[in-house]
Antibody, heavy 117, light 112 residues
Framework: EVQLVQSGAEVKKPGESLKISCKGSGYSFTSYWIGWVRQMPGKGLEWMGIIYPGDSDTRYSPSFQGQVTISADKSISTAYLQWSSLKASDTAMYYC??????????WGQGTLVTVSS | DIVMTQTPLSLSVTPGQPASISCKSSQSLLHSDGKTYLYWYLQKPGQSPQLLIYEVSSRFSGVPDRFSGSGSGTDFTLKISRVEAEDVGVYYCMQGIHLPPTFGQGTKLEIK
């Protein structure tokens, strides 16, 4: 059974750094792209970027280029999304998803990130 | 970026009745490989999105056959033949022909 398990909810202050994770199981982690999707409170879905864990090839949506870093550790079948300096506007639910390229077929349960002073 | 426009943005349907959602893309989603990269997702309340339909009309594993997709080029439709209570949520179309993939605004389905 394909599963993507994300790390738990986070509460951070503006300016802090954060790295959230997404662990894949039940499939060959290095053979599928992983994508990250943002959903701001009460809003729709926005693609942030994708990574191919097999060779760490990474593509960012223009809106998120330079704002976040996507990485993966194939030895532990885990992808990451990180911020170096959070803003209040980063408050959102973040989903990882496996891509049956180019579209997500299996999704993680989501990680809620709250940034507040 | 390709813009995906869904209509209506909300609909209220009596159980057992059909429902239809339209999705229009600002560019053709037909790839030179012959595939059309249009997808439909449902996000039930409090849950992650789930894939319903891929490449316009193919149902994903486990998706009931009351869901069907159709269309070509830039115009697409998701139909539910007989709405059930468990179908409530927000439906999104998504294009995958150009990076970054883009979603429609979402259509909220409620039960009357």
């Amino acid at each position: 059974e394909v599963q993507l398990v994300q790390s738990g909810a986070e509460v951070k202050k503006p300016g802090e750094s954060l790295k959230i994770s997404c662990k894949g199981s039940g499939y060959s982690f290095t053979s599928y792209w992983i994508g990250w999707v943002r959903q701001m409170p009460g809003k729709g879905l926005e693609w942030m970027g994708i990574i191919y864990p097999g060779d760490s090839d990474t593509r960012y949506s223009p809106s998120f280029q330079g704002q976040v870093t996507i990485s993966a550790d194939k030895s532990i079948s885990t992808a990451y999304l990180q911020w170096s300096s959070l803003k209040a506007s980063d408050t959102a639910m973040y989903y990882c998803a496996r891509l049956e390229y180019p579209a997500p077929d299996y999704w993680g349960q989501g990680t809620l990130v709250t940034v507040s002073s | 970026d390709i813009v995906m426009t869904q209509t209506p943005l909300s609909l209220s349907v009596t159980p057992g009745q059909p429902a239809s959602i339209s999705c229009k893309s600002s560019q053709s989603l037909l790839h030179s490989d012959g595939k059309t990269y249009l997808y439909w997702y449902l996000q039930k309340p409090g849950q992650s999105p789930q894939l319903l339909i891929y490449e316009v009309s193919s149902r994903f594993s486990g998706v009931p056959d009351r869901f069907s997709g159709s269309g070509s080029g830039t115009d697409f439709t998701l139909k539910i033949s007989r709405v059930e209570a468990e179908d409530v949520g927000v439906y999104y179309c998504m294009q995958g022909i150009h990076l970054p993939p883009t979603f429609g605004q979402g259509t909220k389905l409620e039960i009357k």
